[in-house]
Every structure is written in structure tokens, then in C-alpha cells.
């Protein structure tokens, strides 16, 4: 499940938030991430936030509030939708495991800092494992985020108790302040496309992703609504003046062979599926790394054989360049034999 997240109380007006969860929901995103724990908000919070949450009640969205102690006990829980409680500074092992049996909603643990032990120690105060979900943290400052390593290890610890997890990606249209550089889990993901991370996430093994940052485009939030289970999508920047045909190839869907090249992939159908002639064009540079080329006519039976290059390929005139996903390089190193990809065009 994809979700978005907001907050009360910082640069984005109630009306633009407001406005961005209706826009969300229509596109079937039904999941908020909030937090009542931000040191930078302004006086407007508490009203805010509230407002928030009653949206969230008639639009029937998931909420998972990011909260301290202190807010928790001020705050009336039952007045609003809160399905989660994301518990920040101030709970103890013991009262996490307290509000699992007394409460209504789901506790949601931190994922990045939340260990092995500490899930034994929950366990053993009488925790209900199947009333938690584990959030992984996200970095607003550069190069502070996890590594890929590090997460895929923490995410094999709550597998194995069954408790499902979820991650954060960050938006390019509007960062979050006060330091503006993307609010990601992993640092690879900062400055990359929304769609390309998260489905880096879910090669990883993540249940839900979270964008964010306080505000995804419009663009950002249809590109993640073309995700279909078991087919990679990769955004693609069109070579100029290619033809038809080689535009029809692109628009299909597309498996990588089983027996893929050392250096590139290779798609099972192109071949079969052109349906016009592939006239020589954009053929006379070197092919470089995540260019997309298509073979062309003078290729004989290889016409119509579309690739994804991995390295850096001599000239070759008889192979057109139509375009490149080194935007999605991340995901191109992933794909495996017998893999189905599509191409998003941007």
C-alpha cells in the first residue's frame, strides 16, 4: 500500500493539505502518515492537525500519528481517527505493550532503532505482536539516511514475527523543512524519482511506502498509481524523433529473456510483437549504460529486438537508441530473468 504524509502546523497552508489528501484519495491512496512531534511548528498546529484527522474519518483513510508522550496524555485519543500510534520519546517497552491490550488502536514501533530484543522484551510484558507494524525512521538531513544492507537486515527481523513494515521515499516537488533535502529512509533514495524508489522498496520487501515529504506533485502521485504487482515500470527519457514502430515496442509489455546478456537485458517478445518495419535511426553513437535500443532492419532476423544496455557498448549501426532509464538505474540492476517490465514515459 502507498501512502502520503502531512503536517500540521509547518509551511503548507490547512487548505493545501486538505486539497492534497482529496487529490490523494482520489487516486486511491488511502494511507497518512502525521506527526504531533515536530519542534519547528507554528501556532496553527493544533488546529490544524485536528482537522486533518476529521478529513481522514469521512474519507475512511488509515492514519498512523507520529507522537510523544506528552502529546499522547494531553491529547483526547478518542475524539479522533488514529488507527496508529507511532510512538516516539517518553513509552517504554512496558507501556507499548500496556496499550496493545487497553487500546483501539495499533501501536506502530520504530523500525530502524527496534531490535530483536526489544521485541522479545514486548512479548514478555504481554505485548499483542498483531496490534504493532514497524516504521522505519526517515533522515531530513543529507546523507544521514540507512543503507540498503541495514534495512534489509531490520526488515528480516520483523518478518520473522510476521509484523509488516513500512518505509518512507521522498518527493522532489516539495521537501519538507526546515532543510528542504528529502525525507527518505534509505540515502540512495534522496533525489530519486518517487516511482523508482518505491519500487525499490518493494523489491526489498517493504509492505507500505509513505512518501515523505510534505507535498508529492500531481505527476509523482499517478506515476505510483500505474504500479502493477509483479512488473517493474521504468521511467524512460525518449530519444528525439523516433519513429511510430519503435514508439509501439516501448508502449508494450516486455520480460526479460532467461537467459539474459552479461551486459544487457533483453526482451523476449520485441521481436515478435514489431508490427512495422524498424528504419535505421540514432544509430551512430556509442550505446551507452540504461540506454534503451531497439535493432533495426539492416539487423536482419534481430530486427525489432529491444535491450537495456549495462555498460557502455561500441557503435553500431545496425541498433537504434530510443531512449534511456538511467533514471531507473536502481531497478534495472535488479531485474532478474524472466522478470516483466514496462517503461513510463516521462
Avoid at 158 to 181: C, D, L, N, Q, W
Avoid at 227 to 237: N, R, S, V, Y
Amino acid at each position: 500500500m502507498i501512502g502520503i504524509s502531512v503536517y500540521a502546523g509547518m509551511e503548507n497552508s490547512i487548505e493545501e493539505i486538505t486539497d492534497y489528501i482529496k487529490l490523494a484519495h482520489s487516486m486511491g491512496i488511502n494511507l497518512l502518515f502525521t506527526s504531533a512531534h515536530i519542534p519547528e511548528v507554528g501556532d496553527n498546529f493544533k488546529e490544524d492537525f485536528k482537522t486533518i484527522l476529521n478529513l481522514c474519518k469521512q474519507l475512511n483513510i488509515t492514519t498512523i500519528v507520529d507522537i510523544s508522550k506528552d502529546y499522547f496524555e494531553e491529547l483526547d485519543l478518542d475524539k479522533y481517527k488514529m488507527d496508529y500510534i507511532r510512538l516516539d520519546y517518553g513509552f517504554t517497552l512496558e507501556e507499548a505493550a500496556q496499550l496493545t491490550q487497553d487500546s483501539r488502536f495499533g501501536i506502530s514501533v520504530n523500525a530502524t532503532t527496534f531490535d530483536r530484543k526489544q521485541i522479545e522484551k514486548f512479548i514478555e510484558c504481554g505485548g499483542k505482536v498483531e496490534k504493532i507494524n514497524a516504521c522505519h525512521n526517515f533522515y531530513p538531513r543529507k546523507d544521514t539516511g540507512v543503507s540498503t544492507e541495514l534495512f534489509v537486515e531490520k526488515n528480516k527481523i520483523f518478518a520473522e514475527y510476521g509484523i509488516k513494515t513500512m518505509a518512507f521515499i521522498p518527493s522532489s516537488y516539495k521537501p519538507r523543512g526546515p532543510v528542504h533535502e528529502g525525507l527518505p529512509t534509505i540515502e540512495c533514495h534522496r533525489g530519486t524519482l518517487p516511482l523508482v524508489s518505491a519500487q525499490h522498496l518493494l523489491k526489498l520487501g517493504v509492505d507500505h511506502i509513505l512518501i515523505g515529504d510534505a507535498m508529492a506533485s500531481k505527476e509523482e502521485l499517478e506515476a505510483i498509481s500505474f504500479l502493477e504487482e509483479d512488473i517493474t515500470l521504468l521511467p524512460i527519457k525518449l530519444e528525439e524523433g523516433i519513429s511510430q514502430a519503435e514508439i509501439s515496442l516501448l508502449e508494450e509489455c516486455h520480460t526479460n529473456r532467461p537467459d539474459p546478456g552479461e551486459y544487457v537485458i533483453r526482451s523476449q517478445e520485441s521481436r515478435v510483437i514489431k508490427k512495422e518495419k524498424i528504419k535505421a535511426n540514432n544509430n551512430m553513437g556509442i550505446r551507452k549504460k540504461y540506454s534503451v535500443t531497439i535493432d533495426n532492419e539492416n539487423y536482419d532476423r534481430y530486427e525489432g529486438e529491444l535491450q537495456i544496455i549495462k555498460k557502455d557498448l561500441d557503435i553500431d549501426s545496425r541498433v537504434n537508441c530510443v531512449g534511456s532509464v538511467e533514471e531507473a538505474s536502481i531497478l534495472v540492476e535488479l531485474l532478474e530473468p524472466n522478470e516483466r517490465f514496462k517503461f513510463y514515459f516521462l
